[in-house]
């Protein structure tokens, strides 16, 4: 069962990396039409749509990912004081209750939004040369299902949360911070400064 949860963290993990250079498109397709813009003064109405579009794919791709790494926002005051059975207790409920029919909302609207704008050759219409979008419209429907595996794999490790009493592991990936290390650093600075340890020195 483990190995299974796993390769599903490791499938949001994969598209939540890949879709991550849509940044680097985007900050490459900005800076082009910066200087297409100033300097040669021939702009392209049509990158504006663009921009929104490779925002709109890395948001909604990085769904899943964020999930599969617990890094979603929630109102952890009292949360993060309870026990791990107490915590996949609520979360077990507010994934059935909320989350999947929320997701599943999602992906059924989504592929009847993507069908319909593939069946009229959707176009941007904020310029004449706007770009197709319905190849973004059909990163809805797939967002929404990597993000409901990755949701059926949640509720799988709070039940196991609740019958052992420990969250199972999960695939690792790069931190912003060592947050050990950096509790680390803080606890030897306050030692250092401390009154007791300022006196030993004298």
Request: aromatic letters at 12%; one cysteine or more; glycine letters at 8%.
């Amino acid at each position: 069962m483990q190995k299974l949860l796993l390769a599903v963290d490791r499938i949001s993990t994969y598209v939540g990396q890949l879709s991550a250079w849509s940044i680097v498109v985007l900050t490459l397709l900005i800076g082009w039409e910066v200087f297409n813009r100033y300097l040669l003064s021939n702009p392209h109405p049509w990158v504006m749509d663009a921009s929104n579009m490779l925002y709109g794919l890395l948001f909604m791709m990085a769904g899943a990912y964020t999930l599969s790494k617990n890094g979603h926002v929630r109102g952890d005051v009292l949360y993060g004081f309870f026990q791990p059975r107490t915590q996949a207790f609520f979360d077990l409920i507010l994934y059935i209750v909320f989350f999947i029919a929320g997701v599943v909302a999602l992906v059924y609207a989504g592929w009847d939004f993507f069908q319909v704008s593939l069946a009229q050759n959707e176009r941007s219409s904020i310029a004449a040369d706007g770009p197709p979008i319905y190849p973004f419209k059909g990163v809805i429907p797939v967002a929404g299902a990597l993000l409901l595996l990755q949701g059926f794999v949640e509720i799988i490790r709070c039940i196991v949360c609740l019958q052992t009493g420990e969250w199972p592991s999960r695939e690792q990936d790069v931190e912003e911070v060592d947050v050990d290390k950096l509790k680390a650093m803080v606890t030897a600075h306050d030692a250092a400064n401390s009154p007791a340890s300022t006196q030993g020195a004298r």
